[in-house]
């Protein structure tokens, strides 16, 4: 697959503040062929340090909240600002997924790449949680690492090289994502798929880089763990 709006982003700087996997290839390939109109108001839900609310500002023309509990504002803000872009263009804000610090019915759209796995797995959370700070007709494009198939109860050797069976809780099959999904009363949903990008690709731009994490999970992924993995997309529109 080509990315054409990723490779700008594709510098040691940038790179350098991934947190997985390529966050702007995995949300270049969600939004092919989105519905969201330019112009409107989008939570960028686990946004971490900011990478990928830069480019739904930059490549997608969206008014952006970058919401995330681990990240601080004052820090994804100058960063924004390095970036060009300015407060009418983005927000960050510290927001608990679960507690989202907003008006009810605030955001026209949901994005969220590579990270909704962490809270999202709860079936009460669409309706309880996110669905009411979305508007009537607002979509929501979502995508997870997955597995191909669920493993959880025979874990392959090489997977347990770099993560423990507590961490690999978060990385389920699409089967487990249709059920939970299908579970909202709130969402429409519209479509739920594998993704057709490159594992082998996305993982390589995070394995190259030299930070502890990247490092232990090079165990797995060299002893071609990735072939149980991949990523998943679900495309919601609110009822």
Known sequence: MEYPKSQKYNTPELLA???????FKLQEEMLQNHKIPAGSIVCDLGSG???????????????????????????????????GLTP??????KADAADLPFEKEFFDAVVSTDSYNFWGRDPEYLDAKLLPFVKSGGYLYICVPGMKKDCHDNLPKELLLSWTPEQLAYLRDINYWTEILNHSQDAEV???YE????????????????????????????????KYLNFIAFVLRKK
């Not at 880089?209 to 002893?223: P, S």
């Open 17 to 23: 503040k991934i947190m997985g996997p390529n966050p």
């Open 88 to 93: 009418d263009q983005i927000t960050p804000v």
């Open 195 to 226: 993704m057709k990008g490159n594992n082998e690709e996305l993982w390589e731009d995070w394995l190259n880089q030299e930070n502890e994490i990247a490092i232990n999970d090079r165990k797995a992924m060299g002893a071609d763990g990735g």
């Open 190 to 192: 519209i479509s739920i």
């Open 49 to 83: 340090q900011g990478l990928t609310s830069v480019m739904l500002v930059k490549d997608y023309g969206f008014k952006v909240y970058a919401a995330d509990l681990w990240s601080e504002p004052h820090v994804n803000c100058r960063f924004f600002y390095e970036m």
